[in-house]
């Protein structure tokens, strides 16, 4: 399913493509199909269906009663009612509706032997809709829209809250073993752990252990900015490589590869800028008569100082494409944020190793994170907290030599002549 009106909307045209294409490499003998919403642009829905073999199905977003009670962030579920959808598909006897955060480690074929309604539970109580198996019916589809039209209750305003209430004791039914001969099952059946691996189990123990069924499929439940197509997902979470690795090998980043070219490219000319040109603060002036308004003055440069210096290592973060390889997306990040930094240095005077130190801290980071031997997620932890504990001294060494080194330049009289005053024009000035 694909819909739009979400600040994410390419992100998640980017993970639909990358997930269906991971269903032909496990050599899946199904069709694909997209429930995409009316609004979805045309350029998207030729490449998804001329390039990666999708049948594109075009339907009207779904009314949501509950948007109302859909607070904050969780707006972006407000037209996940969409799912309903998958009950029309009736030239199909079964389907899987699965959601674009998932993973395929291997064939799923045999989900098409379920039953009328077959779903994984990942909580304890409810289960989840990543991926399920439904028997298309209008008159199943019908009642749905009924229900939406008399407010059904619904425990978190969406797809999931809403099919929870149309099934309410799928966690007493049986569990689901595809019959080895091939026939199709009736009835609802509960679907073994293995068909939606919850990436949380992964980093506790930084490989699959799940005994109650196949390890087929992994889905990412987590919070919306660590889904696996971001590029700051790894190293922060190990599994995004894997995401990224099957994007690599079907779509490629074609599409980021101009943007990060001209990135590179106005970094470069910033750093060359900066070198040449020196700017500096010295060229700033201000008035000693009132010692209040100095202090002000002073304090004002300073929270510019340090405001520049955050600003160098989170602008580059924020204009990176979201979906590029992580190893590309680190190292422009890594470099935009030294290019900010060396221009920074330049402005405000203030020491190299100083400032750096953060840069330093960050790919220190990263290299203890992507490091490859851990025993376990615990252990991995561990060492992060471990090695964030040993850089605070230094990181907060950085931040007073920074602070000292301003206070110093705010002292020197030859580079801050008084405003309204004219300044002593000594030999030096003169031939300066």
């Known amino acids: 399913m694909m819909y739009m ?7 998640f045209y980017v993970a639909v493509r990358v997930m269906m294409r991971s269903l032909a490499r496990v050599g899946a003998d199904a069709d694909r199909v997209l429930i995409a919403s009316a609004d979805v642009p045309r350029e998207w829905v030729r490449a998804m269906s001329e390039e990666d073999g999708m049948r594109v199905v075009i339907v009207e977003n779904l009314k949501n009663p509950y948007e109302n009670n859909l607070g904050g962030i969780n707006r972006r579920f407000k037209l996940t009612l969409n799912k309903l959808y998958a009950w029309t598909l009736i030239d199909y006897e079964r389907v899987v509706m699965i959601d674009s955060d998932n993973i395929f480690l291997q064939n799923t074929d045999e989900l098409f032997q379920c039953g009328q309604f077959c779903a994984v539970f990942i909580n304890p109580c409810y289960f989840h809709t990543g991926l399920f198996v439904l028997q298309p019916s209008m008159d199943v589809f019908k009642g749905m829209l009924h229900d939406l039209e008399i407010g059904r209750d619904n425990s978190d305003g969406a797809d999931q809250g809403f099919l929870v209430g149309c099934y309410p004791d799928l966690l007493d039914k049986p569990m689901f073993h595809p019959p080895e001969n091939g026939t199709k099952l009736n009835g609802t059946y509960r ?3 293995g068909y939606q691996m919850d990436a949380s189990y992964y980093y506790l ?3 699959w252990h799940v005994p109650c069924g196949p390890n087929s499929v992994i889905t990412f439940p987590s919070a919306p900015w660590f889904k696996p197509w971001y590029w700051w997902s790894w190293p922060v979470l190990p599994l995004g490589l894997s995401w990224h690795k099957q994007r690599w090998d079907d779509l490629g980043y074609a599409a980021e590869m101009p943007v990060l070219l001209m990135e590179v490219l106005m970094y470069t000319v910033i750093i060359a800028i900066t070198r040449l ?5 010295t060229k700033l ?16 440069i300073k929270l510019t100082a340090i405001v520049a210096i955050v600003a160098a290592y989170t602008i580059p973060f924020f204009v990176i494409p979201r979906t590029i390889h ?3 997306g680190w190292s422009i990040y890594l470099f935009g944020a030294l290019a900010l930094s060396i221009l920074v240095i330049n402005v405000f005077l203030l020491p190299p190793l100083a400032v750096l130190t953060t840069w330093i801290g960050v790919v220190g980071m990263l290299f203890v994170m992507a490091f490859p031997w851990y025993n376990d997620g615990v252990v991995r932890v561990l ?5 964030a504990f040993c850089s605070a001294p230094f990181l907060w060494a950085s931040i007073v030599k ?3 080194s301003l206070q110093t330049m705010l002292e020197r009289d030859p580079f801050f002549p008084r405003l309204g005053e004219p300044s002593q024009e000594t030999e030096f000035s003169k031939l300066y």
């Open 402 to 404: 920074m602070m000292d």
């Open 326 to 328: 992580p190893i590309m």
């Open 191 to 193: 679907l073994p752990l």
């Open 285 to 300: 002036c201000y008035n000693r008569r009132s010692e209040k308004q100095s202090a002000l003055v002073q304090w004002l």
């Open 5 to 11: 009106g979400t600040p994410r909307d390419y992100e």
């Open 277 to 281: 040109a020196k700017p500096g603060m």
């Open 205 to 207: 123990k930084l490989h």
């Open 383 to 387: 060492a992060i907290f471990g090695y």
